[in-house]
């Protein structure tokens, strides 16, 4: 009779519900979670916003083809001085310039800028003057020339630290997006978690329960087969009819609990209908409480946000100390070229017309107040300082809450272990209490009373378990190991 009773009661435990044969794993849930989560797929979608911006700051620097076309027109009345005879009978001179040019431009990192180009100018005049060609008049004159000019700042502008800024702030946000993305990750792998734990314990609740309903209905046949033999007084039987009706709302309010829970989980896994689930066991990390908090430290997602911002704002900083820097800019010039009456006579560089000219010259800007910018340089030293502050409040928060997590996975476990203690001595209490029954010195409210207890102690290991994995997984994403975990890959 014995082994009998703690098979019934093992059923309790044992029982497995009829909603689905095979239960969605944890990690499994949580990878459909993650890959199905809108949210995410757009915070990717900024990462690579970020990098986009990075290249197109990187195309600062790219070689760049220029062309320029210019026409122009000038008249001029010609009048002759008082006295003086118009030998050349022209009232008024026109002049026409044609300019085609073409060249390269190559930015370099020190702020230099170095610009190859090739001139083409063709004039026509009716103008008795004009002498393209030395000792040969003519009325339409081409110059062709090659120049080379360089722009190079001293001041404001000059360094990598000036020239390369937009380049490095946007790489800077991409590395800020993509702590974002982790942290966001993080975040919604907990809620996951806690979604699929409370779905695996609402079915647990709901198996222990009908089984416990199970369990009373046996015991109200049996009250029933002894009150017609009369051993038992007809009293007894309303007891266990009581309890049955109290069970019965149990299983109810079980059962539209996992309704409810379903429902969770199906909207955090952007399904129709939530799987059935089962709950795993989770291991305790062995780590001691300092290498805990050191991981955390190193590994949260939330503080290596932070230190990514923190990191833009102190390398953002340079840029703002150049822009406070007066302008002085060195610019120096060279071409060499031709005339001609024709553009190939100007292009062969005739020695009568043979041109060359070397220019320096320098360009100095200072607004005296500055104010804009020695104020938005103030402004990024104390972000930066803020954003440092923040830093390490954010920090000692990181460290007393992975403290939190440790002891709460310790506590958890230990609960676990108990639980199951206590289940055991209850199912022995159980056995115990039906042989006394059996022999006529118990009654069945004794009976169905420590089934009862039974079975809230096997709940209790259910809850102690589901309780448990959140702690564990609390533990794991603050030190940054949750997505790997359950083999999450954050690209």
Request: charged share 25%; hydrophobic share 45%; with cysteine.
């Amino acid at each position: 009779m014995v082994h009998e009773v703690r098979r019934a009661l093992a059923g309790l435990l044992l029982a497995t519900p009829s909603i689905a044969a095979e239960p969605m794993s944890l990690s499994e849930a949580v990878r459909r979670a993650v890959a199905a989560d809108p949210a995410l797929e757009a915070a990717g979608v900024r990462v690579r916003e970020t990098e986009a911006a990075a290249d197109a700051a990187l195309g600062a620097f790219d070689l760049r083809l220029v062309a320029d076309l210019q026409m122009n027109r000038v008249e001029e009345a010609f009048e002759a001085r008082p006295g003086q005879t118009n030998l050349f009978g022209i009232d008024t001179i026109e002049r026409r310039q044609k300019q085609l040019s073409a060249g390269v431009v190559q930015p370099l990192a020190w702020g230099t800028r170095i610009e190859v180009r090739w001139v083409n100018d063709l004039i026509e005049t009716n103008s008795p003057f004009l002498s393209c060609i030395q000792g040969l008049q003519t009325e339409t004159c081409w110059e062709s020339r090659l120049e080379l000019q360089l722009a190079q700042p001293l001041l404001r502008g000059f360094g990598r630290d000036a020239s390369e800024a937009p380049v490095v702030e946007a790489r800077a946000l991409t590395t800020v997006a993509a702590r974002q993305r982790d942290e966001a990750v993080t975040a919604r792998i907990e809620r996951v978690v806690g979604t699929y734990v409370e779905l695996a314990f609402a079915q647990a609740d709901r198996r222990i329960r009908a089984q416990a309903l199970k369990l009373a209905e046996e015991q109200l046949a049996t009250t029933q087969a002894r009150v017609e033999l009369g051993r038992l007084a007809p009293a007894d039987l309303p007891v266990v009819e009581t309890a049955i009706a109290e069970r019965q709302r149990e299983v109810f309010n079980a059962e539209r609990l996992v309704e409810d829970r379903a429902a969770a989980l199906a909207s955090a896994l952007h399904v129709d209908a939530a799987p059935d689930v089962a709950l795993p066991e989770a291991a305790t990390p062995p780590e001691p409480l300092a290498a805990v908090e050191a991981a955390a430290e190193a590994r949260h997602p939330a503080l290596a946000a932070i230190d990514a911002d923190v990191e833009r704002l102190r390398q953002a900083l340079p840029a703002f100390e150049d822009a406070a820097l007066p302008r002085l800019d060195l610019t120096a010039t060279a071409h060499r070229g031709g005339t001609g009456g024709s553009f190939g006579g100007a292009v062969e560089g005739l020695p009568p017309g043979r041109i060359t000219l070397y220019a320096l010259g320098l360009s100095f800007e200072w607004p005296p107040a500055n104010g804009a910018a020695e104020g938005q340089l103030r402004q990024a030293r104390l972000a930066l300082e803020r954003a440092r502050l923040d830093r390490e409040a954010r920090r000692i928060e990181v460290r007393r809450e992975a403290g939190e997590a440790w002891r709460a996975v310790r506590t958890s476990e230990r609960n676990v272990q108990l639980a199951r203690t206590i289940a055991a001595l209850a199912e022995r209490s159980v056995a115990a209490e039906r042989e006394k029954f059996e022999a006529g010195r118990s009654t069945s409210l004794d009976v169905l009373r420590l089934q009862q207890a039974y079975a809230e102690a096997l709940l209790t290991i259910e809850r102690a378990r589901a309780d448990h994995l959140v702690a564990v997984t609390r533990l794991a994403g603050l030190t940054g190991a949750l997505p790997g975990a359950h083999g999450v890959s954050i690209e």
